[in-house]
């Protein structure tokens, strides 16, 4: 038996994807940008590709957890899907822009979901018990998140 959750938000952002893309692979500024990320280290030199890789603290549910982050996939300014594990979860992240107004604003996707191949008893009982509220508490981080991103997007577009 395999366990998956998945999450899907979006948002408008009134700024063009070129902007929006500046802010999403800017890691060096984006602990700064986002409000959950409380310590972020990159790990991989270069430009954002496939292969990069940082490691990001984040406050989740009065809590901090740590997670190491790899881009998987990338199509610049219009998508990119970044995997961490977790003991036997892998979590996946698939952020998509999808130009809107003749390019003058963005509409930004993600689309999470944790997957577990071979959920022990624990897991399972923990996923009934706890998952709706955990999906919930998934869906306001994203959604804080986007919020976090179209601010600092509007920013950049401004400029």
């Known amino acids: 038996m395999s366990g998956r959750h998945e999450v899907r938000v979006d948002r408008r952002v009134e700024a063009p994807a070129a902007a929006v893309w500046a802010v999403v692979t800017d890691l060096d500024r984006l602990q700064e940008r986002l409000s959950q990320v409380t310590d972020l280290h990159v790990i991989t030199p270069g430009p954002y590709a496939i292969g990069t890789g940082w490691r ?3 406050r989740m549910m009065g809590a901090s957890d740590t997670q190491e982050i790899w881009v998987v996939d990338n199509d610049p300014e219009r998508q990119t899907v970044t995997e961490a594990r977790s003991g ?3 979590y996946r992240t698939v952020l998509s822009l999808e130009p809107l107004d003749d390019g003058a604003a963005t509409r ?3 689309h999470f979901t944790a ?3 071979d ?3 624990l897991q399972r009982l923990a996923v ?4 709706p509220l955990g999906l919930k508490l998934t869906e306001k981080a994203l ?3 986007l919020d976090d991103l179209a601010a600092a997007a509007q920013q950049v577009g401004a400029r």
């Open 56 to 58: 990001e603290t984040r």
């Open 88 to 90: 036997s979860t892998t």
């Open 108 to 110: 930004v996707s993600l």
């Open 115 to 117: 997957s577990t191949p």
């Open 119 to 121: 959920p022990g008893a």
């Open 128 to 131: 009934r018990v706890v998952g």
């Open 143 to 145: 959604r804080t998140e």
